[in-house]
Nanobody, 115 residues
Framework: QVQLVESGGDSVQPGGSLRLTCAAS????????MSWYRQTPGKEREVVST????????TYADSVKGRFIISRDNAKDTVYLQMNSLKPEDTGVYFC????????WGQGTPVTVGQ
């Protein structure tokens, strides 16, 4: 069955960096655009970044543009999110899924910026 397993979240100080990893299985990973999503208390899950199936096009939410970099390795069925210059407002639980959130959500990985 489909599995999306996110990892790499941590608690960091403002200005710090993290690299999130999403390991996918159970579907043809290379056939799907993939996105990273963020959920914070009291808010709906929002798209942070999207990468097309071959990796040629990447898009970012305005709030993370210039600081985050999405990438993927189709040989490893993995998508990454490099997060730089982290801000307290980046705090949340990060999930990966297809760009249309086609599959059941994984557990997510928590990111906390600041105290």
């Amino acid at each position: 069955q489909v599995q999306l397993v996110e990892s790499g979240g941590d608690s960091v100080q403002p200005g710090g960096s993290l690299r999130l990893t999403c390991a996918a299985s159970g579907f043809t990973f290379s056939g799907f655009a993939m996105s990273w999503y963020r959920q914070t208390p009291g808010k709906e899950r929002e798209v942070v970044s999207t990468i097309t199936n071959a990796g040629g096009i990447k898009t970012y939410a305005d709030s993370v543009k210039g600081r985050f970099i999405i990438s993927r390795d189709n040989a490893k069925d993995t998508v990454y999110l490099q997060m730089n210059s982290l801000k307290p407002e980046d705090t949340g639980v990060y999930f990966c899924n297809t760009n249309h959130a086609r599959f059941e959500w994984g557990q997510g990985t928590p990111v906390t910026v600041g105290q």
